[in-house]
């Protein structure tokens, strides 16, 4: 069984369709890396994942429970309470492009606000998580700082004990590099890769292609709203049949020659 | 029935001097939003001089204006002047008082607009010659313009609704008519309404056409 | 050269006195109901939300003055008295008409409440978007998003224009003096009237206003500076 799986996703915003039927499945432990070009739906499909966005059509579960939505006897689409959602998402981490770390709240009480105010542990305890998670980023000696005094990548670092500090048995990563200065990305990435040999299960967007081929499991390349390659990166990457495949890979490998 | 008939016959009848007092409010509103308007530009210099003899007195002044109710203003000057020989008509001294107060107002909004274009834009001007006045003219002023119009749009709609005030000197703006009307009559709260729509249609409108203008003027720039 | 102004002193202070109790009700009423109806409006649902917008939306666009033609003039011709409840906040302590008072203290406090409530509804809506995602990725449930996330960010936005405004309104508070209602500024007129003296009073009670606000005022200023640094 796997741990997420979603099925003929189908989302409009308004008269615009961005998801016209997307399907894949994560295995536990598997690491999905979503490429695709601005407009694809990558980041839309994401947020249906952990359910920051409705959708009108398919079905997502996550270790196999089915998720936002009901069926009920005549087999109407009932959503969720706002409750049983919020109650999932503390087991779907998701990092953003923009961080979104809480500014008035120093990095440390950032990482310890899930553990204190969701899955209400004691501030100690809160606490020595919060540190240990710090310290697991490399960023132990940051925890006092307020956010405004980090750099991108520290803050993106932040941002991920943050989610994790709630131990999610999923991570989303959102384009979590893309915002990033040329030189803070490997701090990020690095992260990432760690958290990938722990066994965590993963989808991640994103637009570093080596780092794709390194630590993904399966990719999958998504354009106007549909998937159109998937596969392992051995397939995927170094023999992309699709000409917009190609397209993207050139136009995103060009930068990347040298690593 | 009966009831709506007479509401409707009395507001009626008072029309003509709803209408009237409006105007005078209009009058007021653009005679003081003028002179606030120069005033502020004259005193914009003073106001960001380096020199503390000249910086001071206006700080003073400003700082007044801020900490004193415009009411008491209106009083000084249509108290005070005829003691000092001069006699001018409520009107004039309502504009005066009105504009007196939002000068002020108006200098810091200015102020802070001209304050909030970064340094950087004169260090980039200068460094391709332009002198300092040029500079003013054709980099810091547009900018300025575009980002002080907020602020200014909404100090000028409560300048409107201060006209109200001079209604307490005698001036037979709009609100004053409506306190006659209400005195005298028993229908107060359908004239109070009336008088409130007028005002109203007088801030959104205004409202809107600043709106306006500061699109134009952000797509012109 | 001042002894007119000297003379009149104490009853100008009561006056003052008046005024600074008035402008503590105003403010206290008026910034309670204006943040609930600013939060509901900000997170409330559609009805909600269209009320307190209109009201916002009618109240900003007309004279204070004419707000309290309503409720000293209006009011009582419907049989609203205000009188006994209200009005005994002010009244029996100055042994002044409470009726009147009462009426006009509720106009100013609805009037207060429109402009509080514009602030922080707009305080609350500024919060960015992002971390209200980021704290629902936490698993976070709503009343924990407001109260741990939102409501921080929104009142370090909403302080200072809270304190100009409020500064507004002490002033605002002379303006019952148009409508009738004794406090300082009505106190000045009327010694004016008897004395002539215009500029020693008029000036004089410029100052006690200006003793009053400006520590407001410079409060204002300074928290303003403070939370640039934050952001």
Request: aromatic share 8%; hydrophobic share 50%.
């Amino acid at each position: 069984m796997s741990m997420i799986e979603v099925k003929e996703l189908r989302k409009s915003f308004g008269a615009l369709e961005v998801l016209k039927g997307v399907s894949f499945q994560v295995a536990k432990g598997e690491v999905v890396v979503v490429l695709g070009p601005s407009g694809s739906g990558k980041s839309t499909m994401l947020r249906c994942i952990n359910l920051l966005e409705d959708y009108q059509h398919g079905e997502i579960r996550i270790d196999g429970s089915l998720i936002g939505y009901r069926t009920d006897g005549n087999g109407r689409r009932i959503p969720r309470s706002e409750v049983e959602n919020a109650r999932l998402r503390e087991q779907v981490g998701m990092v953003f492009q923009s961080f979104n770390l809480f500014p008035h709240r120093t990095a440390l009480e950032n990482v310890m606000m899930g553990p204190l105010r969701v899955r209400g542990l004691a501030r100690a305890e809160a606490r020595s998580l919060a540190l240990e998670l710090m310290g697991k980023v490399g960023l132990a000696d940051k925890a006092d700082e307020y956010p405004i005094r980090l750099s991108g990548g520290q803050q993106q670092r932040v941002a991920i004990a943050r989610s994790l500090a709630m131990t999610p048995k999923v991570m989303l990563f959102d384009e979590v590099t893309s915002a990033l200065d040329p030189e803070l990305v490997g701090e990020v990435l690095r992260v990432i890769r760690q958290l990938a040999q722990e066994g965590m299960t993963m989808i991640i967007v994103t637009h570093e292609i080596p780092f794709a081929r390194d630590v993904g499991d399966n990719i999958i390349f998504m354009d106007g709203g549909v998937i159109l390659e998937a596969g392992p990166p051995a397939k995927v990457i170094a023999n992309p049949s699709s000409d917009r495949l190609k397209l993207f890979l050139r136009r995103y490998q060009g930068d990347y020659l040298t690593t | 029935m009966d009831y709506l008939a007479q509401t409707f016959h009395l507001l009626r009848a008072l029309f003509p001097k709803l209408v009237e007092g409006f105007g005078i409010t209009v009058g007021v509103g653009l005679s003081a939003m003028a002179l606030a308007l120069l005033g502020s530009l004259l005193l914009l210099a003073p106001r960001m001089a380096k020199s503390r003899l000249i910086r001071v007195p206006v700080e003073s002044y400003i700082e007044l204006m801020r900490n004193t109710p415009l009411l008491l203003q209106i009083y000084l000057i249509y108290f005070g002047l005829p003691l000092l020989g001069f006699f001018p008509s409520e009107f004039l001294c309502g504009v005066v008082g009105i504009a007196l107060q939002h000068t002020a107002f108006l200098v810091e909004i200015l102020r802070g607009g001209i304050e909030s274009i970064s340094r950087r834009q004169w260090e980039a001007a200068s460094a391709i010659g332009m002198r300092r006045l040029a500079t003013f003219r054709y980099v810091i002023l547009p900018q300025t313009l575009l980002r002080v119009m907020g602020p200014l749009g909404n100090q000028l709609i409560i300048l409107v609704k201060d006209t109200s005030l001079v209604s307490a000197i005698g001036v037979m703006e709009l609100t004053m008519v409506g306190k006659m009307a209400i005195e005298r009559s028993a229908v107060s709260i359908e004239i109070f309404m009336a008088v409130a729509m007028f005002y109203l249609a007088l801030t959104t409108l205004l409202g809107a056409v600043l709106r306006l203008i500061e699109q134009r003027t952000a797509a012109r720039l | 050269m001042l002894h007119t102004l000297i003379a009149n002193l104490p009853y100008l202070l009561k006056g003052a006195a008046v005024t600074v109790w008035l402008s503590l009700i105003v403010l206290t009423f008026g910034t309670l109901m204006g943040t609930l109806l600013g939060l509901s409006a900000a997170v409330g649902g559609r009805p909600i939300r269209v009320l307190v917008t209109a009201y916002i939306f009618v109240l900003r666009g007309i004279p204070v003055l004419v707000v309290m033609l309503l409720g000293y003039y209006a009011f009582p011709t419907l049989g609203l008295t205000f009188g006994p409840t209200l009005g005994s906040i002010l009244g029996p302590i100055f042994g002044l008409r409470a009726g009147a008072y009462a009426a006009v203290a509720a106009a100013q406090i609805v009037y207060v409440a429109a402009f509080v409530a514009e602030i922080v509804r707009s305080a609350v809506l500024s919060v960015p978007a992002g971390q209200i995602a980021a704290a629902k990725s936490l698993g976070m449930r709503r009343a924990g998003i407001l109260a741990h996330v939102v409501l921080p960010q929104a009142t370090r936005l909403a302080v200072p224009p809270l304190l100009n405004n409020s500064l507004t309104a002490i002033k605002q508070t002379s303006y019952i003096s148009v409508v009738g209602a004794w406090e300082l500024t009505y106190a000045a007129r009327e010694v004016v009237e008897r004395t002539l003296a215009a500029f020693q009073i008029f000036l004089g009670v410029m100052a006690i206003y200006f003793l009053i606000c400006y520590p407001l005022s410079l409060l204002a200023r300074w928290c303003e500076k403070r939370l640039v640094v934050m952001h």
